[in-house]
Structures are given as C-alpha cells and as structure tokens.
C-alpha cells in the first residue's frame, strides 16, 4: 500500500492564480482530511469528507474548495492564491473519525508558496 | 472554547537524556488523544492513543499519560536518542465529530 500520497511536493504561485492539490489513498478510508500547517503552528483542518460525496468545513476553509467523487481522492482547489495561503498542506485519511480505534494518516505534504 | 495548549514550545537535550512534553486541553466532550511525532519535512505519525479510562500507555521509549480530572497530558521519552529529533503534536477528538483539535507542537532537539 502506498498510504497517503500528495502532489505536487512543491508550489509556487502568483496572486490570483488558481491551483489543485492532489490528495489520494488506497486504504480504502471513509473519512479524508486537508490541513494547512503555517510554520511554528498547529494543524489547522480546512475541509474533511465523510465519505464519496459529502463534504464539510473545517476550522479555515475560506479561499478552498474541495470534492470527493471517489472513495480514494479528495482534491483541494485554491481559486484566487493570496499570500495568506503560503503553508504547507497535508492530507490524511481514517477508515472513521475519532474513535479511540481510529488512526489518522498523513500524506508528505505540499509545500506551497504565494508571491 | 475548545483548545489545545503545549510546552516546552522548544526542547533541546542530550542524547541518552530523559524529557516530558506537556499537554494541556480544554476540548469538550472528550474522545481520546492522541501524540503524534512530525520530522521535518513529514506528516505526522500516531503514537500514542488515550482514552478516557485509560492513565498510561507505552510504546517503546515512549510513555504517555493523561489525567482525565485535570485534562492533562504528557508524553515521556526515555533514553533520547538522535531520531527523537522531531515535532511532537497533542492531538485531542471530539465525541461523534469529524473534527480534532491540535495542539501546536513541542519541537525536540536531541544532541549528540
């Protein structure tokens, strides 16, 4: 199994310009998450699905927008780049959420950067 | 308001060393939590989970502890060695939500 695999590894963007991230898995995992990590800080969750076809908002989800078609792929969209999006992204995935037998897994990430 | 707080934010020790993360949340209602080890550059890596009833779990030099009363969490490495070098998150999980909170991190440094 691969696990979590994200792409790119690396961006660089300018303002106003618009960019998917890449989020797949092969665990078969019902729930799948994206978080953005600015440096020194925690995880932040911007999106998270619960299954194909359902979606929902996390804690920043304004500038993103996300879909879920497949069980394995959960895109995340960046419309209008802003410098306030340059982060690192990380998608994960868990087979359900939270539960004390629960284990979320994380991709490598995305390193993105706004100019 | 459901939060997540940890210290040291930065630890350096030397190798061979003994040292204990905090961990303290105010997430409600609570599921369990979880510590997760980050290396520069990677995703996070589970390695702990407590659950309520649960007061310490080990998982090789790792030991965590959490006190449900006070909730409070720590996590305990025993023997540092250079690979401990790495961010070490507190993650805490709501009941019935697809959400968690994470805590900011502690940065550990292990010197030869």
């Known amino acids: 199994n691969a696990g979590v695999t994200q792409t790119p590894k690396f961006r660089i963007l300018k303002i106003g310009q618009s960019m998917t991230l890449q989020c797949t898995q092969d665990?078969?995992?019902?729930?799948m998450y994206w978080y953005r990590q600015d440096p020194g800080m925690g995880l932040k969750l911007i999106y998270y699905?619960?299954?194909?076809?359902?979606?929902d908002k996390g804690e920043v989800p304004n500038g993103y927008n996300v879909s879920r078609s497949t069980t394995e792929d959960f895109p995340l969209r960046l419309e209008l780049a802003a410098p306030s999006q340059t982060s690192v992204y990380f998608c994960?995935?868990?087979?359900?959420?939270?539960?004390?037998?629960?284990?979320?897994?994380f991709g490598p990430g995305t390193r993105l950067t706004v100019l | 308001k459901n939060q997540v707080e940890q210290s040291p934010q930065s630890l350096i020790i030397l190798e061979g060393k003994n040292c204990t993360l905090q961990?303290?949340?105010?997430?409600?209602?609570?599921?369990?939590l979880r510590w997760y080890k980050q290396d520069t550059g990677r995703g996070p890596v589970s390695l702990t989970i407590?659950?309520?009833?649960?007061n310490t779990k080990s998982n090789g030099r790792y030991t965590a502890t959490l006190d449900a009363d006070t909730k409070q969490s720590s996590l305990h490495i025993t023997a540092s060695q250079l690979s401990d070098s790495a961010s070490y998150i507190c993650?805490?999980?709501?009941?019935?939500?697809?959400?968690?909170?994470f805590g900011d991190g502690t940065t550990l440094t292990v010197k030869p």
């Open positions: 994960a995935s868990s087979y359900i959420s939270g539960g004390p037998s629960d284990t979320q897994y």
């Open positions: 665990m078969n995992h019902n729930y």
């Open positions: 699905s619960v299954g194909a076809g359902i979606t």
């Open positions: 961990c303290n949340y105010t997430v409600s209602p609570f599921s369990n």
């Open positions: 407590m659950t309520f009833s649960e």
């Open positions: 993650v805490v999980y709501r009941t019935n939500a697809g959400k968690s909170t």
